[in-house]
């Protein structure tokens, strides 16, 4: 149990706060920066299960802030029903693997997230191939959701490359975030990993997490979205090769 006025208190309220302030600016991110910033403090399994709580609020607030929930659900059923059930897969990795190679996978996680973001080219995924690819898709972000705590690989280039509206590809982002973190949930609380103090801490971290989403909606609006998106991978990638880098030393 993490005590409070600790230091790693202190550490998981800034984390969630700059977590918060990076949703707030492009988005998405928190369970992300969370996962990269409190891995290097905690096991990963400790850290996703501080996320839960946040996560939940903030995806959901997402999730119901658009128009056509009913159709994205009709569109997408298949690719969230992979995700749930690949993300409780996966979370089996992160409640039973050895903790140096649950790092190394979230570090690696992070740092193809952050070169993908980086350099790729934005896709095009025909509409005849949706229906093939939704449940692939699906499937793979479930695992590495769930063995990483990290939820936007490969589900975010997926959903950019549907050419969905603006305000329709937030909401469908925030529906398959939701769907992660319920199933990284359930299979955290399966695991026995997921308990009342944790949930304590969690709920707990709600508040610098809406604080740091505030202050991340005032500074979208003065700030260049794509200078900040890009120094913000920067700093993911190069969090990603310090937590490799841990499997080597």
Not at 211 to 237: E, P
Request: aromatic fraction near 8%.
């Amino acid at each position: 149990m993490i005590e409070f006025f600790s230091i790693p208190m202190l550490v998981i309220v800034a984390t969630f706060f700059m977590a918060g302030l990076v949703k707030g600016v492009t988005g998405m991110g928190l369970p992300t920066l969370s996962m990269g910033v409190l891995g290097a403090f905690m096991s990963p399994v400790i850290a996703a299960s501080l996320l839960i709580i946040p996560s939940f609020v903030t995806n959901v607030w997402q999730l119901l802030s658009g128009p056509s929930l009913g159709i994205l659900i009709r569109r997408l059923w298949l690719m969230m029903v992979c995700i749930l059930l690949g993300t409780l897969a996966g979370t089996w990795l992160l409640t039973h693997a050895n903790t140096a190679w649950t790092t190394t996978a979230l570090g690696s996680a992070l740092v193809i997230y952050a070169l993908h973001g980086l350099f790729a080219r934005p896709l095009s995924i025909a509409a005849h191939l949706e229906g093939i690819l939704s449940p692939i898709i699906g499937a793979i972000t479930g695992i590495i959701s769930g063995s990483t705590g990290v939820f936007v690989i490969p589900a975010v280039p997926y959903l950019q490359a549907l050419g969905l509206q603006k305000d329709d590809l937030i909401q469908a982002l925030g529906l398959s975030f939701t769907i992660s973190t319920i199933a990284l949930a359930a299979g955290l609380t399966m695991g026995g990993q997921f308990n009342a103090g944790d949930l304590t801490l969690s709920t707990l971290a709600i508040i610098p997490a809406l604080l740091g989403m505030k202050v991340g909606t005032l500074i979208r609006a003065r700030i260049s979205i794509l200078t900040f998106r890009r120094w913000f991978l920067i700093f993911l990638g190069l969090l990603g090769l310090e937590l490799i880098s841990r499997m080597i030393r």
